[in-house]
């Protein structure tokens, strides 16, 4: 009788541990296909019963917002997982504009060529009417306190629903964010201007609005991504078996290697998706974390701090990641990569 009173226990909180380990998540992202970071997230984060996808958006960054849109609607035909809607985001940073530097730089954020095929040619399935601002809005409202947002590309599209709604920032779960280098913990150097990350460089008003908005954050800068080392090694072993994502990389990713066998890729986004499916992967510490709008030379620079420093009244405290288990972490990565292609959800 015991046994069956404690059976009956043990099966209920099993159940709700694994419901309540699933996130449920909206994806914004500044896609481009793997081996570009935001595809191998994507991948992970399909891969990860700890995470639901309720939808993705997607907002200008790496490519255009058009070409961001139809890349990752690529994708999810191409693993079977059309059921997940993509919503299309902002083309263009608040204030930020064309220059010689960006064009000259890392990032087609105001590129308006028409987006290239993917291989094999577009996809058939189509984006949303909604935008994603819309979408943002109308989901989080709809399920305060329910849903995270994974945010892996400029702030665009969460700055712009965070100032359009009053009651969004309060209802949103967390957002995890690649985004900023913080330089008062190891690593912090920028990788676009000396100090500046990219994600937060394209548009730093929005990233700015994004950090002060009061939701819970959870920040992946390029201190934790300078961690990580995607080898060819490694690459091997996520393509040994064999399904629609294993194909996809070896298409994808295959040539890139072929090529330079001996390049070596940080993982950004794909540390901000782990963190969320184990956070105890990641350090983290507690930081008040600004991002420089000012127009002058540390335009787009996040600082980081354990105390409200002059000019950063009104940041907002974060957990900021500055180290991870990279053998676990690559280990997690690797075997779901090549594990059987999760099915659709609904
Ligand atoms: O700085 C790294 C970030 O910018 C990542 O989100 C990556 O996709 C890039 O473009
Ligand atoms: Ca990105």
Do not use: C
């Not at 087609?108 to 009417?129: F, I, T």
């Not at 030379?297 to 974060?318: L, N, Q, R």
């Amino acid at each position: 009788m015991l046994r069956g009173i404690l059976f009956a226990v043990l099966v209920t909180s099993f159940s709700a541990a694994a419901t309540g380990q699933s996130h449920k998540v909206i994806f914004d992202t500044d896609f481009i296909l793997p081996p570009g970071d935001d595809g191998l997230a994507l991948l992970l984060a399909l891969q990860s019963p700890e995470l639901e996808i309720l939808a993705i958006t997607t907002v200008a960054g790496n490519a255009s917002v058009e070409r961001a849109t139809a890349e990752v609607l690529w994708l999810l035909e191409a693993v079977g997982r059309t059921e997940i809607p993509v919503y299309q985001g902002a083309d263009m940073p608040w204030v930020h504009e064309r220059s010689d530097f960006a064009v000259d730089h890392h990032g087609k954020w105001y590129s308006n060529d028409a987006p290239p095929p993917p291989p094999g040619g577009h996809a058939q399935k189509k984006v949303e009417k909604e935008t994603a601002v819309e979408l943002l809005v109308r989901s989080v409202l709809a399920s305060p306190n329910e849903i995270t947002i994974v945010a892996i590309g400029p702030m665009t599209n969460i700055a712009t629903a965070i100032r359009q709604n009053a009651a969004f920032s309060e209802s949103v779960r967390e957002l995890v964010i690649m985004g900023g280098a913080v330089a008062s913990l190891q690593d912090g150097a920028g990788n676009i201007t000396p100090n500046a990350e990219f994600n937060f460089w394209v548009d730093p008003e929005a990233a700015r609005v994004a950090l002060r908005s009061g939701i819970p954050i959870m920040l992946s800068p390029l201190n934790v991504s300078r961690k990580t080392a995607l080898s060819k090694e490694w690459y091997e072993k996520m393509v040994a078996s064999d399904t629609a994502i294993t194909r996809l990389l070896r298409t994808t990713m295959g040539p890139r290697f072929e090529r330079d066998p001996d390049r070596v890729w940080f993982m950004y986004d794909q540390v901000a998706v782990g963190s969320l499916i184990d956070p105890t992967l990641v350090v983290t510490e507690e930081l008040f974390v600004d991002v420089d709008d000012n127009r002058g030379v540390s335009y787009g620079t996040s600082v980081g701090g354990t105390e409200i420093w002059p000019g950063a009244e009104g940041a907002k405290k974060m957990k900021v990641q500055h180290d991870l288990d990279w053998r676990r972490f690559i280990e997690m990565f690797v075997e779901r990569m090549n594990a059987p292609v999760r099915a659709r959800t609904r």
